[in-house]
């Protein structure tokens, strides 16, 4: 069945890395569009005559009325992440079609650990907002985070913040490439091997580029957590 499609408006963009901005869509008054967090959106990019179409996770809360955030990182070479960085501009229109992807909260009774790398961060973040909206909210999560360079730690101030606030949520990051970082150095993997306890009783939610997908699901059964309770959205 086609996808119902939405006509937006960037109404702002933010740079948080020298390599990530954040696009906020603005949906046209009455859209009837809503989505699960966790979940992303595929834009219409122009191509010469024609458009392709690139996935994109929604960074952003579903509680955010009218907009969503779109987290976006320069790919070296990439089309489309050069157009959104090159050419896209406060008061673009984009075309984006309904929410559509599976990475979401099970809802499970166990201790959540996300797993990202560099944009990988989007949906989850979207997810943990969503768990934060709910009153009184503060069941254990674990967020082992991997960047390469201590200036890449995207939300970095968020994840503090909420650190400070609920001695239940643990920031863990980790960089590949540090400068003057006094923290872990290495990549995600290394922290899970480092800091993952009570594997069995973790629903695991893993999001980042192909390669550290495909080397984080395996490992996290080496360490003990059941197939069935990881969860993963590779970016391709
Ligand atoms: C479900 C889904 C959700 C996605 N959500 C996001 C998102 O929230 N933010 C985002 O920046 N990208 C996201 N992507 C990736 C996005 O769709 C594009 O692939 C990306 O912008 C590169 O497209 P391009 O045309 O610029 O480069 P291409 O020429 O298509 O280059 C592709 C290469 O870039 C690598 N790559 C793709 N995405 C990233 C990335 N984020 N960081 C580093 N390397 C990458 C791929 O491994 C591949 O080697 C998502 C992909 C999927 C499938």
Do not use: N
């Not at 090159?86 to 959540?112: M, N």
């Amino acid at each position: 069945m086609p996808k119902s499609s939405f006509r937006t408006t960037v109404e702002s963009i933010d740079v948080l890395t020298p390599t990530v901005k954040v696009f906020r869509l603005r949906f046209d008054p009455g859209a009837a569009f809503d989505f699960v967090a966790g979940q992303y959106v595929m834009v219409d990019i122009p191509h010469g005559d024609a458009v392709v179409q690139k996935a994109y996770s929604i960074a952003s809360s579903p509680s955010e009325p009218g907009t969503i955030d779109l987290c976006i990182k320069l790919v070296e070479g990439g089309y489309a992440s050069t157009y959104f960085h090159q050419s896209v501009h406060e008061g673009t229109v984009l075309t984006v079609y309904e929410a559509q992807g599976t990475f979401v909260d099970r809802g499970a009774p166990r201790e959540r650990a996300y797993v990202a790398s560099g944009t990988g961060i989007a949906p989850i973040r979207s997810m943990i907002r969503r768990l934060y909206e709910r009153k009184g909210f503060d069941e254990p999560m674990w967020l082992f985070f991997g960047v390469r360079y201590e200036d890449e730690i995207l939300y970095e101030e968020e994840w503090r913040r909420l650190a400070a606030e609920h001695p239940t949520f643990r920031f863990m990051p980790t960089v590949s490439r540090p400068k003057t970082w006094a923290g872990d150095v290495g990549w995600v993997q290394d922290l899970l091997r480092r800091y993952l306890t009570a594997p069995e009783q973790k629903e695991a939610y893993v999001c980042g580029v192909v390669p550290m997908v495909k080397a984080v699901k395996p490992l996290l059964i080496e360490l003990g957590v059941p197939r069935a309770q990881i969860h993963t959205e590779k970016y391709t």
